[in-house]
């Protein structure tokens, strides 16, 4: 079966792109929650929290988007070569 590169490489892209986009939101909305969220994995992971949430900005937001969307679309555009490079043989 021979997988879109440029399908695949959306649905990735998109996929990161929402994931990111909630986050940005929740940190906008709930910044407190995800503090004592990120602080009690990394605690779980036996780890001292140093990463501190700042404040929302939109136009980071919106690089953070974007930025994840290109990211994941390389990544499934990738894999589906790989994939279909595999699956010839």
Do not use: R
Not at 32 to 55: A, K
């Amino acid at each position: 079966m021979k997988l879109d590169k440029c399908k695949i490489g959306l649905i990735v892209g998109i996929f990161f792109a929402v994931v990111h986009a909630v986050w940005a939101i929740l940190v906008g909305v709930i910044p407190g929650v995800l503090q004592n969220f990120l602080d009690w994995i990394f605690n779980l992971h036996f780890l001292e929290p140093v990463w501190i949430l700042t404040s929302f900005n939109l136009l980071n937001a919106v690089m953070l988007v974007i930025i994840t969307f290109i990211c994941g679309y390389i990544i499934g555009w990738v894999f589906a070569l790989i994939w279909n490079c595999l699956a010839k043989k």
